[in-house]
């Protein structure tokens, strides 16, 4: 008898085989067929996600940023304003007073930050020893901007990838934290609202075709369930994608992949390759994007896989994600 293991809430294969074989069956709708990071309902966008993340502070954040910018984010990618947020708050007894106020506090700033308004919410408590401290969920309703359409439909061989910053940020921190791996201070998790960005983004080019905000499974997962939606290819460069050092330190140590590791504030973006140098220009010019780089492009290729132009000039397949890296970063 099959059984739910952590792998199956880590953003990678054994998280889209549940999909395909549980959720889908059971749901499926013109809405949800399109498996993007929210739906599209008319002229409004809504997305849900809840947060686990342990430890629930972390450098950079904690548990209540990392859920306001996490369905912040989601609206955003789909080409929307984000607008109302509900939060749900599950505390187990005996959770910190002085906590839970630094946790709403650090929602609220990044809600004002983020422009959006948190509307309505529900709080439960569980005994002792039965939610590792607090879960949050947050649910987000944002307005479709008018003439963007963020879709796979329109992913075409030749357009150029992109991504905001530097990857595996977040993922890296979470488990230095966790295992008590000393790391630079310099080195912090990514979480942080992209709405602005993508605004600006969109200003410069409506014809945007993709975006996603590559969390759990990395710009991998991101990636793979992106070429196998549009039936195209997809090839990386290697020696473009940004990558910290203290993040590859901990990879080679460790033997993990960066293309692998979640993210909580980089986004990835599929653009006309004519729009992509001045879309680049607009994200390096804005706080979060400054480290942005054309990372690759769409090609003919090997339809519905990934490839990595490697620094020594082979090519390797990026397949999708399998197991769980680092369980429970978000």
């Given at each position: 008898m099959k059984k739910i293991t952590l792998a199956h809430g880590a953003g990678g294969k054994f998280s889209s085989d549940l999909i395909q074989e549980i959720i889908l069956p059971a749901f499926d709708n013109e809405y949800l067929h399109e498996l993007h990071d929210g739906a599209k309902l008319g002229k409004i966008a809504m997305t849900t996600d809840s947060y686990v993340v342990?430890?629930?502070?972390?450098?950079?954040?904690?548990?209540?940023?990392?859920?306001?910018?996490?369905?912040?984010?989601?609206?955003?990618?789909?080409?929307?304003?984000?607008?109302?947020?509900?939060?749900?708050?599950?505390?187990?007894?005996g959770f910190d007073f002085d906590d839970l106020k630094k946790i709403v506090q650090s929602m609220k700033m990044?809600?004002?930050e983020a422009g959006v308004k948190i509307v309505t919410g529900d709080t439960?408590?569980?005994?002792?020893?039965?939610?590792?401290?607090?879960?949050?969920?947050?649910?987000?309703?944002?307005?479709?901007?008018?003439?963007?359409?963020?879709?796979a439909k329109k992913i075409q061989a030749g357009m150029k990838i992109l991504i905001s910053g530097t990857?595996?940020?977040?993922?890296?921190?979470?488990?230095?934290?966790?295992?008590?791996?000393?790391?630079?201070?310099?080195?912090?998790?990514d979480c942080a609202p992209l709405n602005n960005l993508i605004f600006e983004m969109l200003a410069a080019e409506k014809n945007i075709a993709m975006l996603r905000d590559a969390t759990r499974g990395g710009i991998a997962a991101v990636l793979n369930e992106i070429a196998s939606q549009a039936g195209v290819g997809i090839l990386l460069e290697e020696e473009k994608i940004p990558v910290r050092e203290e993040v590859r330190g901990v990879c080679?140590?460790?033997?993990?992949?960066?293309?692998?590791?979640?993210?909580?504030?980089?986004?990835?973006?599929?653009?006309?390759?004519?729009?992509?140098?001045?879309i680049?220009?607009?994200?390096?010019?804005?706080?979060?994007?400054?480290?942005?780089?054309?990372?690759?492009?769409?090609?003919?290729?090997f339809s519905g896989k990934v490839g990595l132009q490697t620094v020594i000039g082979g090519i390797r397949i990026v397949d999708m994600p399998v197991g769980n890296l680092v369980p429970r970063i978000c």
């Open positions: 342990r430890p629930i502070f972390f450098r950079g954040g904690n548990i209540g940023k990392l859920a306001v910018c996490g369905t912040v984010n989601d609206l955003a990618v789909c080409g929307a304003v984000p607008k109302f947020l509900s939060a749900g708050v599950i505390l187990e007894e990044v809600a004002e439960k408590v569980v005994e002792k020893g039965k939610a590792d401290g607090i879960f949050i969920n947050t649910a987000g309703i944002g307005e479709l901007i008018e003439g963007v359409e963020i879709s990857v595996g940020d977040h993922a890296t921190t979470i488990l230095a934290e966790r295992h008590g791996l000393e790391i630079p201070q310099t080195l912090q998790s080679d140590i460790l033997g993990f992949d960066f293309l692998e590791l979640a993210n909580e504030g980089k986004i990835i973006a599929i653009v006309p390759a004519e729009s992509a140098e001045k680049l220009s607009v994200m390096q010019k804005n706080i979060y994007g400054k480290n942005s780089a054309i990372i690759g492009e769409v090609t003919e290729k």
